[in-house]
């Protein structure tokens, strides 16, 4: 397949990347400036091109032979360090509303390439009918239990905002919320899927590795099971 990657420099994005090539698959590195050195950029089956994901026709310039498009995109993803990440998603909560819109307007013209957005674990319902952005109390718990900021919360509801974008299209798209916690570790391709709540674990943790997100994000672009819905997943 020709998988491409936006916000392929990112912690889910690059491993992301180093999946789809270790099973083969060509991939299109996308990220804000790819004139700077990669990491993976003297391996075979990738390229690297810059783009603008807040801008529709910037991404169509990079649509052409994609079978899916994968956005890793987070407001603080050009940060240099985690505290900076925060303050950038808290800055600029909107953002994920404006690209959703600018992804799905680019795949109008071409509509056979499926999406893939990367989003966040504040959409997924803590009780059934109940999301985890829509409730102040249960967002700063989960917040605190996190060592997150509360003003962290506009940046969780503007992931959701930005799903709610995504439900409205009629593009071929998936929405992937992670679990709460998701940090690098280890690969080991052992994970239980859920759907608008988050899988726990005996011990009521809602959490998952990068490397294993990223097996998941893989192998539904190679064998898609959730079209025009969301999954989660967690040990």
């Known amino acids: 397949m020709h998988i491409g990657v936006v916000g392929a420099t990112g912690t889910i994005g ?8 270790d099973r083969g698959h060509r991939v299109r590195a996308l990220s804000r400036d790819a004139s700077r050195p990669q990491a993976d950029e003297k391996r075979e089956n990738i390229t690297w091109a810059s783009v603008d994901v807040l801008d529709a026709a910037s991404i169509m ?58 989003g966040g674990a504040g959409s997924l319902e803590v009780e059934p009918g109940l999301v985890l952005a829509d409730s102040d109390e249960r967002m700063h718990e989960t917040l605190d239990e996190l060592g997150l900021p509360r003003a962290y919360a506009a940046a969780a509801r503007g992931a959701r905002d ?3 974008v995504l439900r409205t299209s009629n593009r071929l798209w ?41 097996v998941a ?15 989660t997943i967690g040990y």
């Open 61 to 118: 310039a990079v649509l052409p032979g994609l079978d899916v498009l994968i956005s890793a995109y987070q407001p603080g993803n050009a940060a240099k360090d985690f505290e900076d990440t925060v303050r950038r998603s808290i800055a600029d909560p909107a953002a994920h509303s404006t690209v959703a819109r600018a992804l799905t307007k680019a795949l109008e013209s071409h509509p056979r390439t499926r999406l893939i957005v990367i």
């Open 174 to 214: 998936t929405y992937f919320s992670p679990a709460e916690e998701i940090s690098p570790g280890e690969r080991t391709g052992r994970f239980r899927f859920g759907g608008d709540q988050a899988v726990r674990d005996a011990q009521g943790r809602s959490r998952i590795s990068a490397e294993d997100a990223a």
């Open 162 to 164: 930005g799903f709610n």
């Open 217 to 231: 994000l893989v192998d539904e672009a190679e064998l898609p099971r959730f079209v025009q819905r969301r999954f």
């Open 14 to 21: 690059s491993r992301v990347v180093t999946e789809a090539l």
